[in-house]
């Protein structure tokens, strides 16, 4: 069983569209992140939610709206997509809401604009 | 805000080397360090993680080391392999923080 799954693995869409990325875990864990990895491989927080409550929202634009219906899920919906939105993104969750035994990451969702 | 730097950003050793990656953080309430590799289009998977309490953690060729007066820590890999060749991630994660901050990465490239 897949612990942290994302969909889908791929995207490729042109500029202007409407996406949306869904992540669910199994883990039973209270907090859920959305990293982006850009193509220097370096991992930004950009959300993260506990128990359904929105915890961190750093500097994104607001054309990505992050939902959690429950504490399972986290999706990612990105309006307008803008040719640097490029990029791979990670699901990720924890125990807790203090990351003490590290995150379980998803498989990724590549994201290309054209 | 926690800052965490890793050093170097590329390291390629002969097959059977050592290879060392560092890290240092800014906030000196950080008490959990976890390392993470990637492998070429997979996701991060943690290999081992250190707490501010213990001074050096092992797991068969892995090993962590974490000077907290100094506040760096490191990854040492021995006898390495071709399949180590992956990027290694940094992280630290401080007390009743919501989040682990990451460093920049390290390309390791093991040569046969």
């Known amino acids: 069983d897949t612990a942290v799954s994302q969909t889908p693995k791929y995207l490729v869409t042109q500029m202007g569209n409407d996406k949306s990325i869904k992540c669910e875990q199994n883990?039973?864990?209270?907090?859920m992140y959305w990293y982006k990895q850009d193509s220097k491989k370096f991992l930004k927080i950009m959300f993260s939610?506990?128990?359904?409550?929105?915890?961190i929202n750093e500097t994104v634009p607001n054309r990505f709206s992050p939902k959690s219906p429950d504490k399972a899920h986290l999706n990612l919906h990105i309006n307008s997509l803008e040719l640097g939105d490029s990029a791979v993104y990670f699901c990720a969750s924890s125990q807790e809401l203090t990351p003490d035994y590290g995150y379980t990451f998803g498989s990724g969702t590549r994201l290309t604009v054209v | 805000g926690e800052n965490v730097e890793q050093h170097p950003s590329t390291l390629s050793v002969q097959e059977g080397d050592s290879a060392v990656i560092k890290c240092t953080y800014s906030?000196?309430?950080?008490?959990?360090f976890p390392w993470y590799k990637q492998e070429l289009g997979k996701r991060p998977q943690l290999i081992i993680d250190i707490r501010s309490n213990v001074g050096e953690k092992k797991d068969q060729r892995i090993a962590v080391t974490l000077n907290k007066t100094a506040k760096h820590f490191s990854l040492h890999i021995t006898e390495t392999q071709p399949e180590d060749s992956a990027v290694y991630f940094c992280?630290?994660?401080?007390?009743?923080?919501?989040?682990?901050?990451f460093g920049e990465g390290t390309q390791l490239t093991v040569n046969p």
């Open positions: 992280a630290a994660s401080f007390t009743s923080g919501s989040r682990l901050t």
């Open positions: 883990l039973g864990h209270d907090t």
């Open positions: 906030d000196s309430a950080s008490n959990y």
């Open positions: 939610y506990n128990n359904k409550e929105l915890i």
